[in-house]
């Protein structure tokens, strides 16, 4: 008994330490991480990893590595199985920290799935989950191979889900950047290894039918030489080895389909390879008739290669999303009670918690500076090149990097609900959003497996009863010509690249199916206040009647404006910031004209056609200012008690940086520029004239804005809209392209369907002429892979097109889908990505 426990250690203390202690993957000597598990030092390939370990062991739960380094056998493993089920690590509110999200009726997390090849894959996993009772949402990106799964908490757990996946031969785990970016390196040495076998193991095959076409063949009794018969055994036992292991997956993959009653891309591929091979096998035992070893060595070789680069156009297409991802720091210096410093986790930071940054960090989370002026690189979220100047109250996003001086921030929220993280989910679900074009790809797709079979059928029926000897042969050629593999590639990769490629300008696409529209917008409408301006306006001057109670006017004003988030409204609220607010009762904000209140008699703040029709008679000096004002061009509000005009307030707004620019190039793209604004005609009239605009409307209420864009849309107009405000909610809303600012109100962008990440409207036309790019990638992918099979499927059912091209063109195929869709103006890309290129 004394000598157990010892056997347990050595067993533990056996545990390879190259690898991670955690998931297994190879460990980098140059980042790897250590934490004491079981009495000795373990080695991590990330933090994520060891994060997970570390929650797991203070849970109290260390039994699982102990019993997991035991060796057991399969029975014990069975039993093991079942108690690691019971443990249910992941259904551990502090293991789930870093990766899960939701609130309390439900809970989303991000999986990576391990083993899915086509979209058959990912219809089986999607339509599996979504029988599980208690899963609400799921969808899986067959790029990125990332699922992202909603649940109600109350009917169904983590555990159980991830489960739900194993049952059917899959892998999944929660998804955490550096793990998964491990994960990548991992299945990239495979393929290479896989890659490189079947490129020097092939060259015998090939060599010898090189040999065999100049100087073998049969000789006048049909017998063919020794030196031919002993190449042909070698090259059966080498095709062997091929099949064996760098064709593996195929077969795997094909198998597993079956099993689960689906016919995937495996399928004909596993079926042209086991013809050929059968057929060759028959042949080296007779000592006569064609073989094909050289065909399935070439065949194999270019499958790998056009899975390779698919591979690798998948990575570089979600490349965007994983810089965002990996981009947060791991760690944060906490400021205790007591002002000392205390390093700590980043999952460890709350809302309220007391942060310092120095010079050349990044902000670990969203938070507000509450001592210190610092200027700060947004360009990693916005694509704002230069440095942006940060004082006491303004809000840091997780991501961006201080440049100059140390501050203490407050946190505002978690890692997981920081703007990084809003941004990427976003971004994700955009991708579940599909253009027609992706539809109708998919579908026929999935159905096309099932077609290529039935000609498979049809060709060897038809030979065969011809008498053909060699309808085998054609048969063989009829499965591997054809390629399903492009057509099931044509949009996902071009869509992926192109979500990245909007990140990467600084636009979040929240639904890729409006590229279809954006693509004809012919008519773009502009706000005026807070869209083409800064949407800050500054109060430059303020009038009084006479016979008021100032002190009282301002409190009152002080009052309304808390309660409006009108960039009107906080200019107000800057500039009577040391007064005193009263408890202004009944605010009512009316969107587009104002906000009214009681306070010792009813309050009116805002436009004057809004309180007009409630005045009584206007003081005459405040009517002089009012026209004077009007004259000027200056944005008018006003402020009544009950009848009688109390004040004026001027203010002043300048226009953002290269919008005169932009029109120009909306214009030269074919679409007309308008601007609807709430404000005067005459103040409209002003930005139209600066920014060459001749269509322009002043003075509408939102209701009118939203009529006027509808009797566009019944002239058969594609309008595209701007907004920032509230009260653009509703015209964003029945646009048929709507665009907001990141720093827009929430309704706003609620109602967007792209959001400018940055302050310029320069992106714009770069989002309109993607938009055009990606559909023309994408009609150009479904045309070649709708062209290829038409040509070749005809040659090959003739008999007019032998393995060795049809292993050829079918892996070009799918190849020549992934460069095109990798295929963007690489001249716009590289100077978006050195612009955003952030050193810390």
Known sequence: MANKPQKQTDSIESHDSAHCYHCGLPVDEATHEQLAVLGAQRDFCCHGCKSVCKTIVDAGLEDYYRNRDLGVSSNQQKDLDELLDKLSIYDNEQVQKSFVHGEANWQEAYLILEGIRCSACVWLNELHLR???????????????????????????????????????????????????????????????????????GMLPMHFALASWFLGGPDEHGELEQWEQIGRWTNL?????????????????????????????????????????????????????????ESIAMFVLFILISRKLEHQAKI???????????????????????????????????????????????????????????????????????????????????????????????????????TIAEITRLAESGLQHKPVQALLADKVATRFVIFILLVAFSTAMFWLYQGNHEWLVITVSVLIVTCPCALALAVPIALTVSSSRYLAMGVMARDMSKINRLNKVDLFVFDKTGTLTVGKPQLVDSFWAKDVDKRLAQSVLLG??????????????????????????????????????????????????????HLGKVPAELEARFSEAMQQHFSISCLSRDDQLVAIFLFEDRLREGNEKVVRQLNQQGIECVILSGDTQKSVAQVAAKLHIGNFRGGMSP?????????????????????????????????????????????????????????????????????????????QNIAWAILYNLIAIPFAVAGWVPPWAAAIGMSASSAIVVLNSMRFDRRSVERNQATREIRV
């Open 131 to 201: 029988q599980q009772p208690g899963v609400l949402d799921v969808h899986i990106d067959d790029v990125t191979q990332r699922a992202r799964v909603r649940w109600d908490p109350e009917q169904i757990v983590l555990s159980q889900i991830l489960a739900a996946i194993v049952s059917i031969g899959y892998q999944a785990h929660p998804y955490e950047p550096s793990h998964y970016l491990e994960l990548q390196k991992a299945n990239k040495r495979k393929n290479l290894h896989r890659l490189l076998f079947a490129a020097i193991i």
């Open 237 to 293: 036992f080498v095709t062997l080895t091929i099949l064996l292991y760098p064709a593996q997956e195929f077969f795997y993959g094909a198998w597993s389909d079956l099993k689960r009653k689906i016919i995937g891309m495996d399928v004909p591929i596993v079926l042209g390879l086991s013809c050929a091979f059968l057929l060759s096998v028959y042949s080296t035992y007779r000592g006569s008739g064609e073989v094909y070893y």
């Open 316 to 418: 570089k297409a979600s490349d965007q999303l994983e810089r965002l991802a990996l981009s947060q720091p791991l760690d944060a210096r906490r400021v205790q009670q007591d002002g000392q410093l205390q390093t700590v986790s980043v999952l460890d930071l709350q809302p309220g918690h007391i942060i310092q940054i120095l010079p050349g960090e990044q902000v670990p989370v969203d938070s507000i500076i509450i001592e210190g002026k610092s200027s700060f690189n947004e360009a990693l979220i916005t694509g704002e090149s230069r440095a942006i100047d940060h004082g006491v109250g303004d809000t840091l996003m997780a991501g961006s990097v201080n440049y100059d001086q140390p501050v203490l921030a407050r946190v505002e929220s978690g890692e997981m609900e920081s």
């Open 560 to 613: 309304l404006v808390s309660h409006s988030e009108h960039p009107v409204a906080k200019s107000m609220l800057q500039h009577y910031s040391e007064g005193e607010a009263e408890p202004v009762e009944h605010i009512v904000n009316y969107a587009g004209q104002g906000i009214a209140g009681e306070f010792a008699g009813y309050w009116r703040l805002g436009r004057y056609e809004f309180i007009r029709e």
């Open 703 to 779: 209701q009118q804005k939203m009529d006027w864009v509808k009797h566009q849309q019944n002239d058969g107009k594609v309008v595209a809209m701007i907004g920032d405000g509230i009260n653009d909610a509703p015209t964003l809303a029945s646009a048929d392209i709507s665009f907001s600012l990141s720093e827009s109100t929430a309704l706003a962008n609620d109602n967007s369907d792209f959001l400018i990440l940055g302050s310029k409207l320069k992106v714009i036309p770069e989002a309109v002429a993607l938009a055009r790019k990606t559909l023309s990638r994408i009609r």
